[in-house]
C-alpha cells in the first residue's frame, strides 16, 4: 500500500531536545523525554480526532471533513 504524509513513528523530535538539558530560558535545564512525548502524542491525535495507534485521521474524522474517499486508501488493508 502507498502511504501519503507521516505516521506516528515518524512524528518525532531532534534527538537534541531529549538529551541536551535546554541551556537557559524559563524551561533552562529541562528536557523532553520519550514516555512524556508519546503521552503528548496521544493527547493530541484523541482532539484531533486521529487514530492514537496510527496518527492517521479516523475514518469518523475523515467523513466529518467530507473525505470519505480517502478512507480506503488509508484504512483498507
Known sequence: MRTEGLRREQDILP???MLDPLPDGP???MLLDRLSLEKMKDAYY???GWDVAT???TPAKLSELELDYLI???WDR
Open 46 to 48: 484523541e482532539l484531533r
Open 72 to 74: 480506503p486508501q488509508l
Open 27 to 29: 524551561a533552562q535545564g
Open 15 to 17: 534527538e537534541r531536545l
Open 55 to 57: 496518527g492517521i485521521p
